[in-house]
């Protein structure tokens, strides 16, 4: 009965909102870095789903808002170069270790950022999907539109990219 029933109940697609939202802007974020374009795109893929709405069962708004989303962002940036850009939002906190640490720590965590920048968009989409979302290969899978071994051979990559460019990850 889900699947028959679309999403153009205000209340349905409210709560489609708010168990998609976040997800799909994480995806989002993950693939293009930028908060602001991710908060875009998702707006946008809200929009489709809407206009859409009587032609969307419930069962495959998920699927509709990955698959929009991803593509109005492969759209974006077809004759463009991504780069992640990570913003530290930590609030400045009074740390007990020694500032040697603390050089080596900041240090660390730059060439770990730049280390995951340098990825190709398919190795940090889904490299960030699995250590940032804990999402398993299978829900990666379905979320990119791949087989499971796609999303291995891309994670196998990642790690040894990252093992390469950062020694004693």
């Given at each position: 009965?889900?699947?028959?029933?679309?999403?153009?109940?205000?209340?349905?697609?409210?709560?489609?909102y708010k168990d998609y939202g976040k997800p799909i802007w994480r995806f989002?974020?993950?693939?293009?870095?930028?908060?602001?374009?991710?908060?875009?795109?998702?707006?946008?893929?809200?929009?489709?789903?809407?206009?859409?709405?009587?032609?969307?069962?419930?069962?495959?708004?998920?699927?509709?808002?990955?698959?929009v989303a991803n593509n109005t962002f492969l759209n974006e940036v077809a004759?463009?170069?991504?780069?992640l850009k990570h913003a530290q939002l930590q609030p400045t906190k009074v740390?007990?270790?020694?500032?040697?640490?603390?050089?080596?720590?900041?240090?660390?965590?730059?060439?770990?950022?730049?280390?995951?920048?340098?990825?190709?968009?398919?190795?940090?989409?889904?490299?960030?999907?699995?250590?940032?979302?804990?999402?398993?290969?299978?829900?990666?899978?379905?979320?990119?539109?791949?087989?499971?071994?796609?999303?291995?051979?891309?994670?196998?990559?990642?790690?040894?990219?990252?093992?390469?460019?950062?020694?004693?990850?």
């Amino acid at each position: 009965m889900k699947d028959i029933e679309n999403v153009c109940n205000e209340h349905i697609f409210n709560q489609v909102y708010k168990d998609y939202g976040k997800p799909i802007w994480r995806f989002i974020y993950y693939k293009c870095g930028d908060s602001a374009q991710a908060d875009d795109l998702v707006q946008e893929a809200f929009i489709k789903l809407w206009q859409n709405c009587a032609k969307v069962p419930l069962g495959k708004a998920k699927s509709f808002l990955y698959t929009v989303a991803n593509n109005t962002f492969l759209n974006e940036v077809a004759h463009k170069k991504v780069v992640l850009k990570h913003a530290q939002l930590q609030p400045t906190k009074v740390d007990s270790q020694s500032p040697e640490y603390i050089l080596e720590e900041k240090q660390f965590l730059k060439k770990l950022e730049s280390a995951i920048a340098n990825l190709t968009e398919a190795q940090r989409t889904a490299f960030l999907m699995n250590r940032i979302d804990g999402k398993k290969y299978r829900e990666i899978a379905e979320i990119l539109e791949i087989s499971v071994k796609a999303v291995e051979k891309r994670m196998s990559q990642a790690l040894a990219t990252l093992r390469k460019d950062i020694e004693n990850i």
